[in-house]
């Protein structure tokens, strides 16, 4: 979407606006404002013309222009009808320069998870890559990932879903199997940088929104199968407006994340790279360590495959 385009959208936010009002506003003719207009009803924008000016009466069902129309967030939309992998794109995207860019696909062909896992991404799900310059070094990136876990389980609160998150990188819901419940939603965060400054940070976030059971892997369910279909549009909007919450408020996100956590008080087995860590989860701490406690006394991983071998009691 280029920036005229944005610029009259963010115009219609305020409400009804004239034709002379835009042109002065935007710097062009009255006459490039109608083309502009017309361009915006072309692409599924209702816009009436009534005494008080142009207004916006009827929004797209999704799309770069749909998202960021009411967008209270800083991110810029890139969106595509099929992507191989937003995180794919996003990266293209960091290389070139650009920053608080949100690429969003309505489907994945070739989506990965942590560990190069296949993700399962058909048309229906939310699929999301945000491209970051945060001005932090790359040791704290991990409390980034733990930002937009906390901001996903919120999105999906919103809509009706108790979601809760198992470290590191997991939202679920119920608690049965050895994930520690049914995986909704993904994170994998992909960075380049110096051991002092991070050059670019790219969140990528994955939701079975509008899917049915039948096309998600065992042990996945999607929001449409707990709620009924969602707005995606609306919830995309929450997403990256809740993500720009937590990473704005970096001394909270901690907190949070211990508060919708389901793996904290659950007994755990984690595979990392020197070996299997067993026993109870029972803190987080920065930038994104689980604590455990073992046979042998408390062991800090940073890293690893996380199994939930009994759920956390509950009072």
Known sequence: MNETRRTLLAAF????????????????????????????????????????????????????????FGLEAPYTVEYHDSLGSTNDRARKVAKSGAVDVAVVADEQTGSRGRLKRAWTAPSGGVWCSVVLQPDLPAAHVPLSALASGVATVV???????????????????????????????GILT????????????????????????????????????????????????????????????????????????????????IETSTGVVEGRAVDVQFPGALVVETDTGEEVVHAGDCEHLRPAETS
């Open 155 to 185: 999105a999906c609160r919103e809509a009706g879903v108790d979601a809760h998150l198992k470290w590191p990188n997991d939202v679920l819901v119920g608690d049965e199997g050895e994930r520690g419940g049914q995986k909704l939603a």
């Open 13 to 68: 936010e305020e409400g009804p606006i004239t034709g002379p009002e835009l042109a002065t506003r935007l710097d062009i003719s009255r006459a490039a404002v109608w083309k502009q207009v017309e361009a915006l009803r072309d692409d599924g924008f209702t816009i009436e013309s009534t005494d008080a000016g142009y207004e916006v009466t009827g929004v797209p069902e999704y799309g770069a222009a749909a998202i960021e």
């Open 190 to 269: 992909e960075m380049e940088g110096e051991a002092d400054r991070v050059s670019w940070l790219i969140i990528g976030i994955g939701v079975n929104a509008n899917i049915d059971a039948a096309e998600l892997p065992e042990g996945a369910t999607s929001l449409r199968e707990l709620t009924g279909d969602i707005d995606r549009r609306l919830f995309v909007q929450r997403l990256l407006e809740s993500l720009h919450e937590q990473l704005s408020n970096p001394d909270t996100v901690l907190d949070q994340w211990r508060e919708y956590s389901s793996t904290l008080g659950s007994e755990v087995r």
